[in-house]
């Protein structure tokens, strides 16, 4: 079982800046990627951006390119997602999730554990 919890949503004015955490606990050390994901009201839920656990190695939605940057720290077990230069369409809940598949897990069914999500909102 792996546990994840989400911070650091809220509301922010286009063009400004939220930087979003996840918190795993539970069976890490058996975990490959860790992905967020997000979802806005009426679509489905897409792919924003990736890392491996054990190399670091990152990759990302064409729509976070350039703007987004996931890191992670192995010794406190957490992944954050920095988001810069935000538009209203960015506007979803965001969620963690983790995936134990080798590659580069952009399905959400390639993601076994999801936290509970947080919401961002971008104003105009």
């Known amino acids: 079982q792996v546990q994840l919890v989400e911070s650091g949503g809220g509301l922010v004015q286009a063009g400004g800046s939220l930087r979003l955490s996840c918190a795993a606990s539970g069976r890490t050390f058996s975990r490959y990627a860790m992905g967020w994901f997000r979802q806005a009201p009426g679509k489905e839920r897409e792919f924003v951006a990736a890392?491996?656990?054990?190399?670091?190695?990152?990759y990302y939605a064409d729509s976070a390119k350039g703007r987004f940057t996931i890191s992670r720290d192995n010794a406190k077990n957490t992944v954050d997602l920095q988001m810069n230069s935000l538009k209203p369409e960015d506007t979803a809940i965001y969620y963690c999730?983790?995936?134990?598949?080798?590659?580069?897990?952009?399905?959400?069914?390639?993601?076994?554990?999801w936290g509970q999500g947080t919401q961002v909102t971008v104003s105009s």
């Open positions: 890392i491996v656990w054990t190399d670091g190695r990152t």
């Open positions: 999730a983790s995936s134990p598949r080798w590659g580069y897990p952009e399905k959400v069914y390639e993601y076994d554990y």
